[in-house]
């Protein structure tokens, strides 16, 4: 599957104003508070991918980084 699903639990929560997030080495982009998946639009090539991911809170406070890896062969 060269365009793979990265989900993540989102629980409900009246404090997640934003869910920012980029792909390799793209910039980071804004979701909206409620995204729990994310699919490339167009297929990547062979190679390791990472998904980064950081929430922001109504307050403004950004969430350390967390990155997931998958691996197209």
Do not use: C, M, R
């Amino acid at each position: 599957d060269t365009t793979p699903t990265w989900t993540w639990d989102n629980p409900v929560d009246p404090d997640i104003a934003d869910i920012l997030y980029h792909l390799d080495t793209d910039l980071y982009a804004s979701a909206g508070g409620i995204i729990s998946d994310f699919t490339p639009g167009s297929d990547l090539p062979t190679g390791d991918h990472t998904l980064y991911i950081k929430v922001e809170d109504t307050a403004g406070n950004i969430s350390p980084e967390n990155s997931y890896t998958v691996t197209i062969q």
